[in-house]
């Protein structure tokens, strides 16, 4: 716990478990408004559904606690998180700021109780450090060239990827680092950025920004900001897309998530903006509810995973016409005798694709050691005009073709549907028409878009194929009895955005989410130190049987 980054784990962990969150006005005031991402955490949500006192029971808290060379001023604050001065009564803010081509500031703000104790908080972190004034803020410069500026109301960690790229290759002991900073220049424009960060103006910062106040509105744990455009932008791949005219798809791009750690499952909450633009064929050429017959008629009861949407086919040449991209497709597409209005044509809007009967190779005959397992694929929609897929099934057969014969891949249809899978036998069972139920379809129909995962499956199937090794068997049986499944629903649209449920559902549906978490990572860590304790004894023990080396000189 020397560095200031492993101290930092811990006070983000800390950060995550303890105390409140108030709403304000003007909550993004010291948050650029150029920030590609941004975290809230409301802790007193988070303390209320697990609370610090059960926190201190788990191992991973004890063995912190009780190592020898923890200070006992960190003790204190393991102790009492006040003890640092923050006040975790109001939410904290991480957010990453890029500020040049190759260096990116990620910053931890927030509230302050007692300015006095925060300094020695810091002092104590990093002892022998002198304050200093920049702008009327307080600034220390912290172990690993990181700096920490506050007034008598607000502080501000902030970490220059730089340095944190320079310090990973040091200790790695290579000077490979792609960062030739000078530290003095690095800790001089960290500590300006610092100091500017306490008067942002409101038209620099995120303190009117709609849709970031909007944001943190919405009743949660967590929330979380992402600024696609200014990641596009900051991308060397952006001018290739401008040149595509694919920046469409990225302009005005803000995706907002807000987490819930609810009993049983974590809910996360998406919405996606966009220009208006896009948003206009989007919410024009948008779906109705997926077709669940379809789920049905997949021939098996192992089902693993599932995509299903449902959408207007003429949305497909709509998005590809605003992208600019329709001429160079049916240049392509022309010596395969079909065109875009022919792929939108071809099919009514209905599509599914899933994954199912799960089976591990176990051949001891085959030598690879990266044996593929075996699944059931099925890719499937509903017919539209039977000439335009007519032709794009012509298409199919000519690329193959030209590749050679390939089994891998057969289909099959009817009247009203079209599907393709990797085993004859499966896809033509889908095409006769099943009846089969699943506990997930209820779930997931009446919206356009739907995804589902069955994670207790796979690990299941896993846990059968393990050989005998106790530390897996344990990490899998640990996995086993807390992760059910992921569902998620989408395509729906809300105050002019594009809106997605998940939920991560648990095993367990009657504690809440954050407290299985909880005790999953400390089982699993656990289990991990386990076994590194185990490897050590093991390596002193063969350290100790191992003879020493013959001295074969002669003596004269």
């Not at 697990?50 to 393991?78: A, D």
């Not at 007034?151 to 030739?180: C, L, M, Q």
């Not at 032709?391 to 199919?396: E, S, V, Y």
């Not at 014969?405 to 499966?426: C, E, L, P, Q, R």
Request: one cysteine or more.
């Amino acid at each position: 716990m020397k560095a200031f980054f492993k101290f930092s784990i811990t006070f983000i962990a800390m950060a995550f478990l303890f105390s409140s969150c108030s709403k304000k006005n003007d909550e993004g005031k010291m948050i650029p408004k150029s920030a590609i991402f941004v975290t809230a955490i409301n802790t007193k949500s988070l303390n209320d559904k697990l609370p610090w006192e059960e926190v201190k029971q788990t191992n991973w808290y004890k063995k912190i606690y009780s190592k020898m060379s923890t200070p006992e001023w960190r003790k204190k604050i393991l102790d009492n998180t006040g003890a640092t001065g923050i006040d975790f009564d109001k939410e904290l803010f991480f957010f990453v700021d890029k500020v040049s081509d190759n260096d990116y500031h990620l910053v931890v703000e927030g509230s302050l109780k007692n300015d006095k104790d925060f300094e020695q908080f810091n002092k104590n972190v990093d002892s022998g450090q002198l304050i200093r004034k920049v702008d009327g803020i307080n600034l220390i410069t912290l172990q690993d060239n990181n700096v920490v500026g506050w007034d008598n109301e607000h502080f501000a960690y902030v970490i220059s990827s730089a340095t944190a790229t320079t310090r990973f290759y040091d200790w790695k002991g290579t000077t490979n680092s792609p960062f030739n900073s000078d530290p003095e220049n690095d800790i001089a424009a960290q500590s300006t950025f610092c100091a500017k960060l306490f008067s942002l103006k409101s038209d620099s910062s995120l303190a009117k920004n709609e849709k970031f106040a909007n944001l943190l509105k919405e009743p949660g744990d967590i929330h979380f900001w992402q600024n696609t455009e200014g990641i596009m932008n900051n991308s060397n791949s952006m001018g290739m897309f401008g040149m595509l005219k694919l920046d469409v798809f990225f302009k005005n791009n803000i995706s907002t998530y807000t987490v819930n750690f609810d009993k049983g499952k974590i809910d996360v909450n998406q919405k996606i903006y966009t220009s208006k633009e896009l948003m206009d064929v989007l919410e024009k050429y948008k779906g109705s509810n997926i077709n669940t017959d379809m789920i049905k008629n997949i021939p098996s009861q192992n089902v693993l995973g599932i995509l299903a949407m449902n959408f207007k086919p003429e949305g497909v040449k709509a998005l590809i016409d605003l992208s600019g991209l329709n001429g160079l497709i049916n240049t392509f597409t022309k010596n395969m005798s079909f065109n875009i209005d022919d792929v939108a044509k071809a099919n009514n809007g209905n599509l599914l694709l899933s994954l199912s009967d799960l089976k591990l190779n176990t051949d001891s005959s085959v030598s690879n050691p990266f044996k593929l397992p075996h699944l059931n694929f099925i890719f499937s929609f509903g017919i539209g005009d039977k000439a335009s897929l007519q032709k794009l099934i012509d298409a199919g057969k000519k690329i193959t073709s030209q590749m050679g014969n390939d089994t891998m891949v057969h289909y099959a249809m009817n009247d009203k549907t079209f599907a393709i899978s990797n085993s004859g036998s499966f896809v033509n069972q889908f095409i006769a028409g099943n009846n089969n139920k699943y506990n997930f379809t209820e779930k997931l129909s009446g919206h356009p878009i739907v995804f589902f995962i069955d994670i207790h499956k796979i690990l299941l199937e896993l846990s059968t194929q393990l050989p005998n090794n106790n530390d897996e068997k344990n990490l899998l049986t640990t996995s086993l009895k807390t992760w059910d499944n992921i569902t998620t629903t989408g395509g729906d649209f809300k105050d002019h955005a594009l809106t997605i449920n998940t939920e991560i559902n648990m095993v367990d549906q009657n504690t809440n989410s954050l407290k299985q978490l909880n005790n999953y990572m400390d089982e699993m860590l656990t289990i991990a130190e386990d076994r590194e304790t185990r490897n050590n004894k093991e390596k002193r023990l063969d350290s100790l049987l191992t003879p020493p080396p013959i001295d074969t000189v002669k003596v004269k």
